[in-house]
C-alpha cells in the first residue's frame, strides 16, 4: 500500500469513527437510501436495465401513463423483466446493517426513507419504510378503482385487469409526471423536520422532492452524514460525507458489524 492510499483509508476511518460517534449520541435518526445501496447488490438502475430489446424504447415510453396506455403489455413485461433482474440478488451488509440498527434502537425514534423500489430493506427486515417512489414488487390500479376492482381477483394477462370493468393493473411506483405518494412524502418531511441526524446514502440528490429531505434537515439543525463513494448534488449540505460503499461504512457507523437479520 502507498502513502496516497494509507491516507485515503486513514480519512475514511477517521470519518466513519466520526460518524459512529454522533449516530451513537443521536435521538431522532433518520436515513434516506438511494441507487447506490441497491447497486452493491448488484441491482441495475432504471436505464442500466435498459439492454438488449428493451435498449429501443425511451425511459419515456416505459415508466407513464401514456406509454402505459398506449402499449400495456409491452410496459408490463418490461416491469416483469425489472422483477426478474431484482428477484435473482440479496440484500447486502448495508441493508442489513441498517435493519440490525433499527431493531436496536430504543432510545428515540428511527425512519428509513428510500428512492428505491426494488424492496430489498424490505427483505433485509427493516419495517415500515417509506418507500417515496412505490414498490416494483406491488400492484394499484391505472384507473381510480370502481367497486367491481380487486386486486386480489384481476383476470391474469399482460397486464392483468378487472374482468368487469377493463381497468388495468399497474405496477405500484411513481412514473413521470406524476407526484410522490402523499401520505409517504407526508411522514418523510415530518421525519426530516423532527430528526437531530439524518444520514444520506447511495445518492446522487439530484431527484425532488427526496433530496430535499437533507436540506430540510439541515435546516432545523439537525447533524447530516452523507455516505456516498462519490460526490453528490447534496455534499454542501453535509456536515461530514464519507466517501465508503454502503456495504463498507454502514456496519461501521451504526455498529452492527457482527450482526445479522435472517431474510
Given at each position: 500500500m502507498n502513502d496516497e492510499e494509507s491516507t485515503g483509508q486513514t480519512e475514511q476511518?477517521?470519518?466513519?469513527?466520526?460518524?459512529?460517534?454522533?449516530?451513537?449520541?443521536?435521538?431522532?435518526?433518520?436515513?434516506?437510501?438511494?441507487?447506490?445501496?441497491?447497486?452493491?447488490?448488484?441491482?441495475?438502475?432504471?436505464?442500466?436495465?435498459?439492454?438488449?430489446?428493451?435498449?429501443?424504447?425511451?425511459?419515456?415510453?416505459?415508466?407513464?401513463?401514456?406509454?402505459?396506455?398506449?402499449?400495456?403489455?409491452?410496459?408490463?413485461?418490461?416491469?416483469?423483466?425489472?422483477?426478474?433482474?431484482?428477484?435473482?440478488?440479496?440484500?447486502?451488509?448495508?441493508?442489513?446493517?441498517?435493519?440490525?440498527?433499527?431493531?436496536?434502537?430504543?432510545?428515540?425514534?428511527?425512519?428509513?426513507?428510500?428512492?428505491?423500489?426494488?424492496?430489498?430493506?424490505?427483505?433485509?427486515?427493516?419495517?415500515?419504510?417509506?418507500?417515496?417512489?412505490?414498490?416494483?414488487?406491488?400492484?394499484?390500479?391505472?384507473?381510480?378503482?370502481?367497486?367491481?376492482?380487486?386486486?386480489?381477483?384481476?383476470?391474469?394477462?399482460?397486464?392483468?385487469h378487472c374482468d368487469r370493468c377493463g381497468n388495468l393493473v399497474r405496477p405500484a411506483v411513481v412514473w413521470f409526471g406524476e407526484a410522490l405518494p402523499y401520505r409517504v412524502l407526508d411522514a418523510a418531511q415530518k421525519a426530516a423536520e423532527a430528526c437531530d441526524l439524518m444520514l444520506v446514502v447511495g445518492t446522487a440528490g439530484a431527484v425532488y422532492p427526496a433530496a430535499g429531505l437533507a436540506r430540510l434537515a439541515a435546516r432545523v439543525g439537525a447533524k447530516v452524514i452523507i455516505v456516498n463513494t462519490a460526490p453528490s448534488e447534496l455534499d454542501d449540505a453535509a456536515d461530514l460525507i464519507v466517501r465508503a460503499p454502503a456495504t463498507v461504512a454502514l456496519p461501521w457507523i451504526l455498529g452492527t458489524r457482527e450482526t445479522r437479520i435472517a431474510a
Open positions: 476511518e477517521e470519518s466513519m469513527a466520526v460518524a459512529a460517534q454522533w449516530v451513537a449520541a443521536a435521538r431522532n435518526i433518520v436515513v434516506l437510501t438511494g441507487a447506490g445501496i441497491s447497486a452493491e447488490s448488484g441491482v441495475p438502475t432504471f436505464r442500466d436495465a435498459q439492454t438488449g430489446f428493451w435498449s429501443q424504447y425511451r425511459p419515456e415510453d416505459m415508466a407513464s401513463q401514456a406509454g402505459y396506455r398506449a402499449n400495456p403489455a409491452m410496459v408490463w413485461r418490461w416491469y416483469e423483466y425489472r422483477r426478474e433482474l431484482v428477484a435473482k440478488v440479496n440484500p447486502n451488509a448495508g441493508h442489513y446493517a441498517l435493519a440490525a440498527f433499527e431493531a436496536s434502537h430504543k432510545a428515540g425514534a428511527f425512519t428509513l426513507v428510500t428512492q428505491n423500489v426494488d424492496g430489498l430493506h424490505r427483505r433485509a427486515g427493516s419495517p415500515g419504510v417509506l418507500c417515496l417512489h412505490g414498490d416494483l414488487n406491488t400492484q394499484s390500479w391505472l384507473d381510480t378503482p370502481k367497486d367491481c376492482c380487486h386486486l386480489d381477483h384481476a383476470e391474469a394477462g399482460d397486464p392483468p
